[in-house]
């Protein structure tokens, strides 16, 4: 199969301009103006922007957490992501206390093959570090599960100590892979929790509450140094608050390989929403939490300036009804997470670019090149160029769309932005040369996503 995307306006990291995409099998394989070049199938792209397909490397689709499972699984979720304009998902495989790494990076392929509608590859959660552990994380590496997310919260669940911390990390050393950081001081949390319920504090607000932005600063501080130490790069996770993210910038203002995401929940909602009436507040409890409106400014900055480097969603979504209610009456056991799969790249067009915060290339980056250079995918994977994938995005950014759980795709029963007006979104999603998205519609395959092995640090 061939295809040539036409008369769009090709945007790169580091480009812009007019020009032809031309397909053959799964690969771009040549780009130019006005090429006449024979081919089974056009796309028009007259008026829109031709864009890498959109890396999230921030998943968790059929994830069991918190006493119930994540809604969307791995044909839901991908199906989601796809509207979106998202062409590739990293997702998190657990190592349950006591399994091998191995073990568990064979159950999430289980959950992922014959349902996957793009490509995905996986994080390694570590629970549990022992020297056989550490012998496995060599191995996973070198088959392409080349990236690690330790816990410094969730203690009994996920929490690593800081030892086990170390040891990871001086491990990274040695077999090139990355460690993703939760970055919370998890002891400090828990006494804030049982505290809070011992005075009766249960409603969905006291999760945020008790998760103070100097406890996400603390763990952030102590995960740099201890990766300074070790002497490796670390990635922290899903980065809410402005004092987290001044960590990192003092980090990487002393040259350190500190880097950090952020997500489209820290840049459009807020602690406000918690306060929303009844129990509704539970529909954004999450880890870490929302922190007050001011950091949203900060954290845009942070984005800019390149303290930031990389927007993913933690998509991990639990429906209000018989997920969320869990924690009726006692906000600890509201399952942690929100939807966002779909929603990332018309939410980062719309108030990063048309607001006027981040360039145009600047969101291209964040949203697909600069996760793929960290996570081990480039060149193949989030640039428009010879040779990479064709995963390409024909994205208007004239469209309005008003986000709603009534159109959205996502296996969820409420969505955080309802009601909010988009300009800007997917209009036609190609993944390795097949159209998947035509014109807003999915038609795509389940189970044409292929498991990706990722690519070592060197
Ligand atoms: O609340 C969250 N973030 N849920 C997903 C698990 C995690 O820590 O990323
Ligand atoms: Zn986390
Ligand atoms: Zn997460």
Same mark, same amino acid.
């Given at each position: 199969?061939?295809?040539?995307?036409?008369?769009?306006?090709?945007?790169?990291?580091?480009?812009?301009?007019?020009?032809?995409?031309?397909?053959?099998?799964?690969?771009?394989?040549?780009?130019?103006?006005?090429?006449?070049?024979?081919?089974?199938?056009?796309?028009?792209?007259?008026?829109?922007?031709?864009?890498?397909?959109?890396?999230?490397?921030?998943?968790?689709?059929?994830?069991?957490?918190?006493?119930?499972?994540?809604?969307?699984?791995?044909?839901?979720?991908?199906?989601?992501?796809?509207?979106?304009?998202?062409?590739?998902?990293?997702?998190?495989?657990?190592?349950?206390?006591?399994?091998?790494?191995?073990?568990?990076?064979?159950?999430?392929?289980?959950?992922?093959?014959?349902?996957?509608?793009?490509?995905?590859?996986?994080?390694?959660?570590?629970?549990?570090?022992?020297?056989?552990?550490?012998?496995?994380?060599?191995?996973?590496?070198?088959?392409?599960?080349?990236?690690?997310?330790?816990?410094?919260?969730?203690?009994?669940?996920?929490?690593?100590?800081?030892?086990?911390?170390?040891?990871?990390?001086?491990?990274?050393?040695?077999?090139?892979?990355?460690?993703?950081?939760?970055?919370?001081?998890?002891?400090?949390?828990?006494?804030?929790?049982?505290?809070?319920?011992? @005075?009766? *504090? /249960?409603?969905?607000?006291?999760?945020?509450?008790?998760? =103070?932005?100097? +406890?996400?600063?603390?763990? #952030?501080?102590?995960?740099?140094?201890?990766?300074?130490?070790?002497?490796?790069?670390?990635?922290?996770?899903?980065?809410?608050?402005?004092?987290?993210?001044?960590?990192?910038?003092?980090?990487?203002?002393?040259?350190?390989?500190?880097?950090?995401?952020?997500?489209?929940?820290?840049?459009?909602?807020?602690?406000?929403?918690?306060?929303?009436?009844?129990?509704?507040?539970?529909?954004?409890?999450?880890?870490?939490?929302?922190?007050?409106?001011?950091?949203?400014?900060?954290?845009?900055?942070?984005?800019?300036?390149?303290?930031?480097?990389?927007?993913?969603?933690?998509?991990?979504?639990?429906?209000?009804? @018989?997920? *969320? /209610?869990?924690?009726?009456?006692?906000?600890?056991?509201? =399952?942690?997470? +929100?939807?966002?799969?779909? #929603?990332?790249?018309?939410?980062?067009?719309?108030?990063?670019?048309?607001?006027?915060?981040?360039?145009?290339?600047?969101?291209?980056?964040?949203?697909?090149?600069?996760?793929?250079?960290?996570?081990?995918?480039?060149?193949?994977?989030?640039?428009?160029?010879?040779?990479?994938?064709?995963?390409?995005?024909?994205?208007?950014?004239?469209?309005?769309?008003?986000?709603?759980?009534?159109?959205?795709?996502?296996?969820?029963?409420?969505?955080?932005?309802?009601?909010?007006?988009?300009?800007?979104?997917?209009?036609?999603?190609?993944?390795?040369?097949?159209?998947?998205?035509?014109?807003?519609?999915?038609?795509?395959?389940?189970?044409?996503?292929?498991?990706?092995?990722?690519?070592?640090?060197?």
């Amino acid at each position: 199969m061939s295809l040539l995307v036409k008369g769009g306006t090709i945007v790169t990291a580091s480009d812009q301009y007019r020009g032809d995409v031309f397909v053959e099998g799964e690969r771009i394989t040549t780009i130019g103006t006005s090429l006449d070049l024979p081919a089974d199938r056009v796309v028009d792209a007259s008026g829109k922007y031709v864009l890498p397909g959109g890396i999230d490397v921030h998943t968790h689709l059929d994830m069991p957490f918190g006493g119930t499972t994540s809604a969307d699984d791995f044909e839901s979720g991908t199906i989601a992501a796809a509207h979106g304009g998202t062409t590739t998902v990293v997702d998190f495989a657990i190592q349950y206390k006591g399994q091998t790494l191995h073990h568990a990076w064979e159950t999430w392929m289980k959950k992922a093959e014959g349902k996957a509608a793009i490509d995905y590859g996986f994080h390694m959660i570590v629970t549990e570090l022992t020297d056989q552990v550490e012998l496995e994380m060599d191995d996973l590496v070198r088959q392409g599960v080349t990236s690690f997310k330790l816990f410094m919260a969730y203690p009994g669940v996920f929490m690593l100590d800081d030892a086990s911390i170390f040891r990871a990390l001086l491990r990274t050393g040695k077999n090139g892979g990355t460690i993703c950081m939760h970055a919370e001081n998890g002891g400090v949390i828990d006494v804030l929790v049982k505290k809070a319920l011992a @005075e009766g *504090k /249960t409603a969905p607000k006291y999760h945020a509450l008790t998760r =103070p932005a100097r +406890a996400e600063a603390e763990a #952030t501080h102590r995960a740099i140094a201890l990766a300074e130490i070790a002497g490796v790069p670390i990635y922290i996770v899903h980065l809410s608050a402005a004092e987290a993210l001044e960590m990192v910038t003092e980090a990487r203002d002393r040259g350190l390989p500190a880097y950090a995401e952020t997500c489209p929940q820290y840049l459009f909602l807020s602690y406000d929403n918690y306060e929303e009436p009844g129990f509704a507040g539970a529909k954004y409890v999450m880890s870490p939490p929302l922190r007050p409106k001011e950091t949203q400014d900060r954290l845009w900055r942070g984005l800019a300036f390149n303290d930031l480097q990389a927007i993913s969603t933690d998509h991990c979504p639990f429906c209000m009804k @018989e997920q *969320k /209610t869990l924690g009726e009456g006692d906000f600890s056991k509201i =399952p942690n997470g +929100a939807p966002g799969i779909e #929603t990332r790249m018309s939410l980062v067009f719309d108030g990063g670019v048309r607001g006027g915060r981040i360039s145009l290339n600047r969101f291209v980056e964040l949203t697909a090149t600069s996760p793929a250079k960290i996570f081990g995918l480039f060149p193949r994977k989030g640039t428009i160029a010879p040779g990479s994938d064709a995963d390409i995005v024909v994205f208007d950014p004239e469209k309005k769309t008003t986000l709603s759980v009534k159109t959205l795709h996502m296996k969820v029963d409420y969505n955080p932005y309802e009601g909010r007006e988009v300009v800007g979104a997917a209009d036609t999603v190609i993944s390795r040369g097949r159209v998947i998205v035509d014109g807003g519609r999915f038609v795509g395959q389940a189970g044409a996503g292929a498991f990706l092995r990722r690519a070592a640090r060197t």
